[in-house]
């Protein structure tokens, strides 16, 4: 199994471009998560899904949506990228177990707006 | 890798030391907890977890520990070695999430001499 693995790694973007940042996992896991990581800060939760067609706002979802149309996919799309948007972002996801801890994260995708 | 380690709150320790992390977390009605370490360039991996009904767990190595009475998180690593260093997350369950989303806390960065 791959995992959870993200697409790209690292990306810049202009002020007002749009992008998508890929995300699947290939455990059959029910819930998926999109987070995002500034510097010096822990994670904040922007979207999560509890399975395919499901998807719910997290912490901080302003300026991202989502979509899930397969359990193994779960794009996150920025639509009109702002300076503010400039983060680190994982996407997680986990086993329909009471084991939440037992989240899988990606290596991650390293965004800059300018 | 990616840098998550500006602006943490730093331990430095030799190699052999005993090591204690703290974490002050923000909902007393919280039921669940869990320390996560996260190695430059990756996602967060599981180490421990405890429920709001205990007050102390121990794994390999490591012990946590928590007092609910001042919404206080500890996790000490005994005979930390250089591989321990990383930056340590403490995570909740706030209500109602249903126990499908995770609250980080900010992290302390580990720095491990030899």
């Known amino acids: 199994n791959a995992g959870v693995t993200q697409t790209p790694k690292f990306r810049i973007l202009k002020i007002g471009q749009s992008m998508t940042l890929q995300c699947a996992q290939d455990?059959?896991?029910?819930?998926m998560y999109w987070y995002r990581q500034d510097p010096g800060m822990g994670l904040k939760l922007i979207y999560y899904?509890?399975?395919?067609?499901?998807?719910d706002k997290g912490e901080v979802p302003n300026g991202y949506n989502v979509s899930r149309s397969t359990t193994e996919d779960f794009p996150l799309r920025l639509e009109l990228a702002a300076p503010s948007q400039t983060s680190v972002y994982f996407c997680?996801?986990?086993?329909?177990?009471?084991?939440?801890?037992?989240?899988?994260f990606g290596p991650g995708t390293r965004l800059t707006v300018t | 890798g990616e840098s998550v380690g500006l602006h943490l709150p730093t331990l430095s320790v030799q190699e052999g030391d005993n090591s204690i992390i703290n974490c002050a977390y923000s909902?007393?009605?919280?039921?669940?907890f869990i320390w996560y370490k996260q190695e430059s360039g990756k996602g967060p991996q599981f180490i421990i977890d405890?429920?709001?009904?205990?007050d102390k767990r121990q794994g390999q190595r490591v012990t946590v520990l928590l007092n609910k009475t001042v919404k206080h998180l500890s996790l000490q690593i005994a005979a930390t070695q250089p591989g321990d260093s990383a930056v340590y997350f403490c995570?909740?369950?706030?209500?109602?999430?249903?126990?499908?989303?995770?609250?980080f806390g900010k992290g302390t960065m580990l720095l491990v001499s030899p």
């Open positions: 899904s509890v399975g395919a067609g499901i998807t």
């Open positions: 909902n007393s009605a919280s039921d669940y």
């Open positions: 405890i429920r709001s009904n205990m």
């Open positions: 455990m059959n896991h029910n819930y």
């Open positions: 997680a996801s986990r086993p329909t177990t009471d084991r939440i801890y037992e989240q899988y």
């Open positions: 995570a909740e369950i706030p209500p109602p999430s249903g126990y499908s989303t995770l609250t």
